[in-house]
């Protein structure tokens, strides 16, 4: 069974109850954020493997923020900078 849930909400203790039902009779569970197969008694335990948990969307943002742009503010707008190039 395949499940897309929404980054939109904070989901997790319903999508953990809800591996926790899917889990019951066996097999694993995958998410977006590690490509480790999860198993009901590690995601019910907490367990982190590579510092990540079960559906950790949280830490794995943190990990995976783009730095801020800064933007230079001495610079000319590029389409005055296009019209001194010609």
């Known amino acids: 069974m395949l499940m897309d849930i929404s980054g939109r909400i904070d989901g997790t203790a319903e999508v953990r109850h809800l591996a926790g039902v899917l889990l019951r009779e066996g097999g694993v569970a995958f998410d977006d954020y590690s490509e480790h197969a999860w198993t009901l008694g590690e995601i019910e335990s907490g367990t982190a493997i590579e510092g990540l948990r079960f559906f950790d969307f949280r830490r794995y943002n943190e990990r ?22 010609r």
């Open 64 to 85: 995976h923020r783009q730095p801020h742009i800064v933007r230079d503010t001495q610079r000319k707008p590029t389409s005055q900078v296009k019209r001194l190039a």
